[in-house]
C-alpha cells in the first residue's frame, strides 16, 4: 500500500509559477513510477506528467511541454510538479499517482495509488 498527499495548490495568476508536491509513505518509493493527473469541473481526468522508476524518464502530454517539469527525489518520498507560464486552461484538481509498472500509461484506470488531489486555479 501506498499513501500520497498533494501539497501546494493555490490561486496563481496567468503567466505564474507554481509547485506541487506530493508525499508518499508506505511501500517502497523507489519501485514505482509517479506521476500527475488533472481533472477540470466537468471533463475526464487528464494525464499530466510522469517519470519512470528505474531510468527515470519522464513524459508529458502535448500541452503542458516546455511549462512544466516533473522530479522526483527517492531520499524524500517525494515527486514534484514545477509548473511555469501557468494558463487559465491549466485550472484543475491536480492528483498524484504511483503505478507499479515501469512505464507511463496515459490510462488513469491503469494506475495503482492516487492522491486526494489539491486545487489549482490560475486568474486574474
Known amino acids: 500500500q501506498v499513501q500520497l498527499v498533494e501539497s501546494g495548490g493555490r490561486l496563481v495568476q496567468p503567466g505564474g509559477s507554481l509547485r506541487l508536491s506530493c508525499a508518499a509513505s508506505?511501500?517502497?518509493?523507489?519501485?514505482?513510477?509517479l506521476g500527475w493527473f488533472r481533472q477540470a469541473p466537468g471533463k475526464e481526468r487528464e494525464f499530466v506528467a510522469a517519470?519512470?522508476?528505474?531510468?527515470?524518464?519522464?513524459n508529458y502530454v502535448d500541452s503542458v511541454k516546455g511549462r512544466f517539469t516533473i522530479a522526483r527525489n527517492n531520499a524524500k518520498n517525494t515527486v514534484y510538479l514545477q509548473m511555469i507560464s501557468l494558463k487559465p486552461e491549466d485550472t484543475a484538481v491536480y492528483y498524484c499517482?504511483?503505478?507499479?509498472?515501469?512505464?507511463?500509461?496515459?490510462?488513469?484506470?491503469?494506475?495503482?495509488?492516487w492522491g486526494q488531489g489539491t486545487q489549482v486555479t490560475v486568474s486574474s
Open positions: 499517482a504511483a503505478d507499479s509498472q515501469d512505464n507511463s500509461d496515459y490510462d488513469p484506470s491503469a494506475w495503482d495509488y
Open positions: 508506505g511501500r517502497t518509493f523507489s519501485r514505482y513510477t
Open positions: 517519470i519512470t522508476w528505474s531510468a527515470g524518464v519522464k
